[in-house]
């Protein structure tokens, strides 16, 4: 990453009257400073990788997810 105090983000979720809504933070986050000199080399016995949701939804975390 690029600094050691880079943000997470974050999603909440409201209740009012029982209906739930939904805020995200994730603007300037980590994810979002993601390269992909970051990634480390994984080796042959990986099989799977599993990701957080928020942090697919964007660039560049999205195009380095699919080039890995």
Do not use: C, H, K, W
Not at 38 to 63: C, N, Q, R, T, W
């Amino acid at each position: 990453m690029r600094t050691p105090r880079s943000p997470d983000d974050a999603g909440l979720v409201r209740l009012t009257n029982g209906q739930a809504t939904y805020t995200f933070y994730d603007e300037n986050t980590a994810g979002r400073m993601l390269t992909i000199e970051d990634l480390p080399e994984l080796g042959l016995e990986i099989e799977a990788m599993l990701f957080g949701a928020i942090s697919l939804i964007s660039d560049p975390a999205v195009l380095l997810t699919r080039s890995s």
